[in-house]
T-cell receptor, first 114, second 114 residues
Framework: DTAVSQTPKYLVTQMGNDKSIKCEQNLGHDTMYWYKQDSKKFLKIMFSYNNKELIINETVPNRFSPKSPDKAHLNLHINSLELGDSAVYFC?????????????FGPGTRLTVL | AQSVAQPEDQVNVAEGNPLTVKCTYSVSGNPYLFWYVQYPNRGLQFLLKYITGDNLVKGSYGFEAEFNKSQTSFHLKKPSALVSDSALYFCAVIGGTSYGKLTFGQGTILTVHP
């Protein structure tokens, strides 16, 4: 069974389009995250939700909007895609909001904006 | 602000030799420290963590790390490297009040030669 799954795995789209990435975890965790990994492999947190409440909202363009319909799902919608949005986006989950528990990562979604 | 430094972009070691991947950190308050590994085209996998207690922590695949508060370091070690250990390794930290906001180092590519 996949613990943290993301769809799609690859996403190729044109500048200006709107796209969504979906994430689901079956670990029973109450906290979920979105990370961006750039071409130099640098990882940066974007958002975090705990029990559907937004608890981390980093300096991210407001074209990016997370949505958590329930604590097992966290989606990422991106409006008006730009070339600089090309990256690998990882979803992760953990138990609790303090950070003492390890995070489990999904396989990533490679977004390419042409 | 919290930060992590991995001073070596790349570490090369012969199979069977001990390996060390270095990490230093800066946080306010007590740190939660983590090591993750990323294989090509995969998500991150948790290796080990230090939250409190014994400074030497043991993790998956024979890896261990030592928390050194005075040197603000958390170096990853393994007594005998395997070719299959070759991957990208990330050190990460959460400060005591950062509520799950994991800050990653830039990553170290470990290459184990046969």
């Amino acid at each position: 069974d996949t613990a943290v799954s993301q769809t799609p795995k690859y996403l190729v789209t044109q500048m200006g389009n709107d796209k969504s990435i979906k994430c689901e975890q079956n670990l029973g965790h109450d906290t979920m995250y979105w990370y961006k990994q750039d071409s130099k492999k640098f990882l940066k947190i974007m958002f975090s939700y705990n029990n559907k409440e937004l608890i981390i909202n980093e300096t991210v363009p407001n074209r990016f909007s997370p949505k958590s319909p329930d604590k097992a799902h966290l989606n990422l919608h991106i409006n008006s895609l730009e070339l600089g949005d090309s990256a690998v986006y990882f979803c992760a989950s953990s138990q609790g909001r303090t950070g003492a528990h390890e995070q489990f990562f999904g396989p990533g979604t490679r977004l390419t904006v042409l | 602000a919290q930060s992590v430094a991995q001073p070596e972009d790349q570490v090369n070691v012969a199979e069977g030799n001990p390996l060390t991947v270095k990490c230093t950190y800066s946080v306010s308050g007590n740190p939660y420290l983590f090591w993750y590994v990323q294989y090509p085209n995969r998500g991150l996998q948790f290796l080990l963590k230090y939250i409190t207690g014994d400074n030497l922590v043991k993790g998956s695949y024979g890896f261990e790390a030592e928390f050194n508060k005075s040197q603000t370091s958390f170096h990853l070690k393994k007594p005998s490297a395997l070719v299959s250990d070759s991957a990208l390794y990330f050190c990460a930290v959460i400060g005591g009040t950062s509520y799950g906001k994991l800050t990653f180092g830039q990553g170290t590519i470990l290459t184990v030669h046969p």
